[in-house]
């Protein structure tokens, strides 16, 4: 299947793609949506919308999934992360926050909010994943260490609504948990905070 390919310059120009923009702005404030926030923030930068623009939308991705999180943790609800497009796009921010963080190497934070997505996500392999990421961080792996030596990018598959979290790996994730087998049960004593506060 042939793709098409965008024309820029011409979608700039289109008034039904910009007033598609505009409902989706519109839609996105009313709703506090954050999947709402990720289709304004593609579209934003398929144009190629001003700096300041773009960075708007992901301060309030950011913002709005950090708060979302501290109210799914305070109620004990997990985040639907296959049904629901909404709490998967909470985690996927969440997500890209913990791995922006690891790339700056702030590891404590990166650590911390593998952790909690561990803790909150309903989806046994995606779990599983966040604790190798969490486990990876504890090890002392450089980011670029993770990338390059830990993870399969060639088993992604673009197809999978799930492809914005790494969770294909060199090795299988239960040998990888076995070999991580001290940092998971240091992470999962920090979680347990979480779980004594019920």
Known sequence: MQIPEIHVEELKKDPEFLANI??????????????????????????????DE???????????????????????????VVNNIEERAIA???YEHAIQRYSENDKK???????????????????DA???????????????NFIEEMVDVNEID????????????????DILLAMFAKYVEEGKKELRVLEASK
């Open 92 to 94: 996927r921010a969440i």
């Open 54 to 80: 773009i960075n708007e939308i992901f301060t309030f991705i950011v913002n709005s999934a950090f708060d979302r999180l501290a109210e799914y943790l305070s109620e004990h609800k997990s985040f639907d």
């Open 130 to 144: 966040m604790m190798i990421h969490a486990c990876a961080v504890m090890a002392g792996n450089s980011f670029e």
């Open 109 to 127: 934070a990166a650590k911390e909010m593998f952790l909690v997505l561990y803790h909150t996500v309903n989806h046994d392999d995606l779990k």
């Open 22 to 51: 505009k409902r989706l702005e519109q839609e996105c404030k009313a709703e506090q949506s954050i999947a709402k926030g990720y289709q304004l923030l593609d579209a934003q930068l398929i144009i190629e919308a001003p700096e």
């Open 158 to 173: 673009p197809n999978d609504p799930l492809a914005f979290f790494i969770q294909t790996f060199v090795q299988p994730n």
